[in-house]
């Protein structure tokens, strides 16, 4: 008896379907789909995250537009996960004085933009819960968000709470515009006022009294100088340089009203003649004028090349600049000769505190301070002996290395690890997360990879000077 068997193959054909989910597009079977519908924000986030750069380069107005609003409230609510994060790992670490500079690593910010947006964030978590919401939902950004932080800032905690809740009363209602972060700080501005009328005056006092100066590293061989001076005694001098540049302007000067006043400013500064142009100050002008190390490869210093220069505290500068300011006679510089066969630093033996010559040497061949992300001139940094003086460190340049106080400072507190290799030139800083991140703070002791430059046409004779 013969018993046929029969298998029957049962074939599944699932017809796919494209889904829209917050993280992007995915493809699923139609019958496990649910039934979605989504805005057309919905979608625009999603098109945010999902659509390349030639992409959107195809799109029309109206979904270029709602691409931008999109972008705007992922920005958001990335700024208000970053402020509860911020805000966490502030818990984590008790209040610990570096977590600015922990942050600082991952979010790749300077130390003072790391602490600036700990301040908010430590602000919006504990004392703006509504504003926070209005972050997380896209309304706005971190730095408009910031902005009524700082104004709030003098407040105490109670009458933070209920500044917050009145703002967010204003914005349901209208009378606020949402959309210009200068009206939202100045409605702030005016709560503040309303709520603690008495602490106006006391505010203006301790504002007064924490008047400050800041030099701010710009682009293109420039830097900014700021005042923060009462309203009066600033606007005064405004007008003494607006008055200054705009006489000078009448006598058939060529400079613009701009360029007048910045140079009547420095003039000003430097007690010069206000109308001259602003140079480099003389030697009969800068009796306590602050040194500065200009870092120029000989190669350069020659007209060989034109890269790697560097101004400590600022950063590369052109070659031709450099040489402008090596050249002229109004500038002050010093020059520096190290052994031109191997560099090599000499101990001085167990000396605790460092010879001027020393110092010099590590602030010159270090340039700034050696933790990654900080950029304070090496000459106004600490010598730091990286091997302990009491547990046998030489005090010598190979021992030493150039960190600001702040970071000298952390290198002795516990979870933190910093070792420096000055022949390398690098300094790798653990975190108290055991993270690790490493900085390159001389590449200019490494000649950059050049093409040979052309013969000269008129080289000049063997016996001739250096140009310098």
């Given at each position: 008896?013969?018993?046929?068997?029969?298998?029957?193959?049962?074939?599944?054909?699932a017809?796919?379907?494209?889904?829209?989910?917050?993280?992007?597009?995915l493809?699923?079977?139609?019958?496990?789909?649910?039934?979605?519908?989504?805005?057309?924000?919905?979608?625009a986030?999603?098109?945010?995250?999902?659509?390349?750069?030639?992409?959107?380069?195809?799109?029309?107005?109206?979904?270029?537009?709602?691409?931008?609003?999109?972008?705007?409230?992922?920005?958001?609510?990335?700024?208000?996960?970053?402020?509860?994060?911020?805000?966490?790992?502030?818990a984590?670490?008790?209040?610990?004085?570096?977590?600015?500079?922990?942050?600082?690593?991952?979010?790749r910010?300077?130390?003072?933009?790391?602490?600036?947006?700990?301040?908010?964030?430590?602000?919006?978590?504990?004392?703006?819960?509504?504003?926070?919401?209005?972050?997380?939902?896209?309304?706005?950004?971190?730095?408009?968000?910031?902005?009524?932080?700082?104004?709030?800032?003098?407040?105490?905690?109670?009458?933070?709470?209920?500044?917050?809740?009145?703002?967010?009363?204003?914005?349901?209602?209208?009378?606020?515009d949402?959309?210009?972060?200068?009206?939202?700080?100045?409605?702030?501005?005016?709560?503040?006022?309303?709520?603690?009328?008495?602490?106006?005056?006391?505010?203006?006092?301790?504002?007064?009294?924490?008047?400050?100066?800041?030099?701010?590293?710009?682009?293109?061989?420039?830097?900014?100088?700021?005042?923060?001076?009462?309203?009066?005694?600033?606007?005064?001098?405004?007008?003494?340089?607006?008055?200054?540049?705009?006489?000078?302007?009448?006598?058939?000067?060529?400079?613009?009203?701009?360029?007048?006043?910045?140079?009547?400013?420095?003039?000003?500064l430097?007690?010069?003649?206000?109308?001259?142009?602003?140079?480099?100050?003389?030697?009969?002008?800068?009796?306590d004028?602050?040194?500065?190390?200009?870092?120029?490869?000989?190669?350069?210093?020659?007209?060989?090349?034109?890269?790697?220069?560097?101004?400590?505290?600022?950063?590369?500068?052109?070659?031709?600049?450099?040489?402008?300011?090596?050249?002229?006679?109004?500038?002050l510089?010093?020059?520096?000769?190290?052994?031109?066969?191997?560099?090599?630093?000499h101990?001085?033996?167990?000396?605790?505190?460092?010879?001027?010559?020393?110092?010099?040497?590590?602030?010159?061949?270090?340039?700034?301070?050696?933790?990654?992300?900080?950029h304070?001139?090496?000459?106004?940094?600490?010598?730091?002996?990286?091997?302990?003086?009491?547990?046998?460190?030489?005090?010598?340049?190979?021992?030493?290395?150039?960190?600001?106080?702040?970071?000298?400072?952390?290198?002795?507190?516990?979870?933190?690890?910093?070792?420096?290799?000055?022949v390398a030139?690098?300094?790798?800083?653990?975190?108290?997360?055991?993270?690790?991140?490493?900085?390159?703070h001389?590449?200019?002791?490494?000649?950059?990879?050049?093409?040979?430059p052309?013969?000269?046409?008129?080289?000049?004779?063997?016996?001739?000077?250096?140009?310098?």
């Amino acid at each position: 008896m013969c018993i046929e068997h029969q298998f029957v193959i049962l074939c599944y054909v699932a017809q796919f379907v494209e889904a829209a989910h917050p993280a992007g597009v995915l493809f699923l079977p139609e019958d496990v789909v649910p039934p979605a519908e989504f805005s057309v924000e919905e979608w625009a986030e999603i098109d945010c995250r999902a659509l390349s750069g030639g992409e959107i380069a195809e799109l029309d107005a109206d979904r270029t537009v709602e691409l931008l609003a999109a972008a705007r409230r992922i920005r958001a609510a990335a700024d208000a996960a970053e402020a509860h994060a911020l805000a966490r790992l502030d818990a984590l670490r008790g209040g610990d004085r570096y977590v600015a500079d922990e942050a600082a690593l991952e979010l790749r910010l300077s130390r003072q933009q790391a602490q600036a947006r700990l301040e908010r964030a430590r602000q919006l978590t504990r004392r703006m819960p509504r504003l926070l919401a209005r972050m997380h939902h896209g309304d706005l950004e971190g730095h408009t968000a910031g902005r009524v932080a700082d104004t709030v800032a003098v407040l105490d905690d109670d009458t933070a709470r209920q500044l917050d809740a009145r703002l967010d009363e204003k914005l349901d209602s209208g009378r606020v515009d949402i959309h210009n972060p200068a009206n939202l700080a100045r409605a702030a501005r005016r709560l503040v006022e309303h709520l603690d009328p008495r602490g106006q005056t006391a505010r203006a006092r301790r504002a007064r009294a924490g008047r400050t100066i800041e030099l701010l590293p710009g682009e293109h061989g420039m830097s900014t100088l700021l005042f923060d001076l009462p309203a009066e005694i600033a606007a005064s001098a405004y007008g003494r340089i607006d008055a200054t540049a705009r006489r000078i302007r009448n006598t058939g000067d060529a400079r613009t009203l701009d360029q007048l006043r910045a140079d009547v400013a420095a003039n000003l500064l430097h007690e010069r003649t206000p109308g001259s142009p602003s140079t480099s100050p003389k030697a009969a002008d800068a009796v306590d004028a602050a040194t500065v190390f200009l870092h120029m490869p000989i190669d350069t210093a020659l007209g060989i090349s034109d890269s790697g220069c560097e101004l400590a505290g600022y950063g590369p500068l052109p070659g031709p600049i450099a040489r402008e300011i090596m050249s002229n006679p109004n500038s002050l510089w010093r020059k520096v000769l190290t052994d031109p066969a191997s560099g090599a630093v000499h101990d001085v033996g167990r000396r605790y505190r460092p010879t001027a010559a020393i110092r010099d040497l590590v602030a010159i061949r270090d340039a700034e301070c050696t933790i990654p992300g900080c950029h304070r001139p090496a000459q106004r940094c600490d010598f730091d002996h990286q091997q302990a003086w009491q547990h046998g460190g030489s005090t010598s340049a190979t021992n030493a290395a150039a960190k600001c106080e702040h970071h000298h400072s952390m290198k002795d507190t516990p979870g933190w690890t910093i070792h420096t290799d000055p022949v390398a030139g690098t300094t790798t800083l653990t975190t108290p997360t055991g993270r690790t991140h490493t900085t390159h703070h001389h590449p200019k002791n490494e000649p950059p990879i050049q093409k040979p430059p052309p013969p000269a046409t008129n080289p000049p004779p063997e016996d001739a000077p250096p140009p310098f």
